[in-house]
């Protein structure tokens, strides 16, 4: 069956442009933007025959009763490398020093940032990019590749094709990142510099 339904899960202000983006290889096409787990739970109560989800830099987790009423994949385009699966990826690489970054779009799944990875990019940190600057390439790095398979993604039914790269090991959260960008008074000057670099304006 051809696509003849998206669903979006974006952000308010990027989902105007990204809709846009795939109603131009398919005017008929029909698109609903999505922001929130209600949202989404509400656009999967009619039949889904014909319907994508496309999920962009969202927290939302799909839960997997969604993802299996889809008659294939759901992506994901998640703003970090396979390095870095899980919340906040630009805060850690910046805490690990890393010199290259990048983003990553994968097949849905029921676990987070656990689906085989159909494109990967990256690119150079950098030198003493701040977390904003980061966060600013990976988006524009993200919105570069949402482009590039717009139109698989807006009229094609097959699977984008998988790529053999695997996700890193640590999978992190909100709570790593909360612990992360805790300074306490046992923390050395080279390690609370490391870490305000990492969490920005957080501290």
């Given at each position: 069956m051809a696509i003849g339904r998206v669903l979006l899960l974006c952000g308010e202000v990027e989902g105007p442009f990204l809709a846009a983006i795939l109603r131009a290889h398919q005017p008929a096409l029909q698109l609903?933007?999505?922001?929130s787990a209600e949202a989404l739970s509400a656009a999967s109560q009619v039949p889904m025959d014909g319907t994508r989800l496309v999920s962009f830099c969202s927290s939302v987790i799909v839960p997997e009763a969604i993802l299996s009423q889809l008659p294939g994949p759901s992506y994901n385009f998640h703003p970090g490398p396979p390095e870095y699966p899980g919340r906040y990826p630009s805060v850690f690489a910046l805490y690990d020093g890393a010199e290259q970054?990048?983003?990553t779009v994968h097949e849905m799944a029921a676990k987070v940032d656990a689906g085989p990875?159909?494109?990967a990019n990256w690119f150079t940190v950098p030198k003493d990019c701040t977390l904003p600057q980061l966060e600013e390439l990976a988006f524009a790095a993200l919105v570069e590749k949402f482009r590039a398979l717009s139109f698989h993604l807006a009229t094609v039914e097959r699977h984008l094709v998988r790529m053999p790269y695997r996700w890193g090991a640590r999978k992190t959260k909100k709570a790593d990142r909360d612990a992360l960008c805790r300074i306490?008074?046992?923390?050395?000057?080279?390690?609370v510099a490391r870490r305000r670099r990492a969490c920005g304006q957080s501290l």
């Open positions: 609903e933007l999505v922001n970054f990048g983003i990875i159909v494109a306490t008074p046992d923390l050395d000057a080279a390690e």
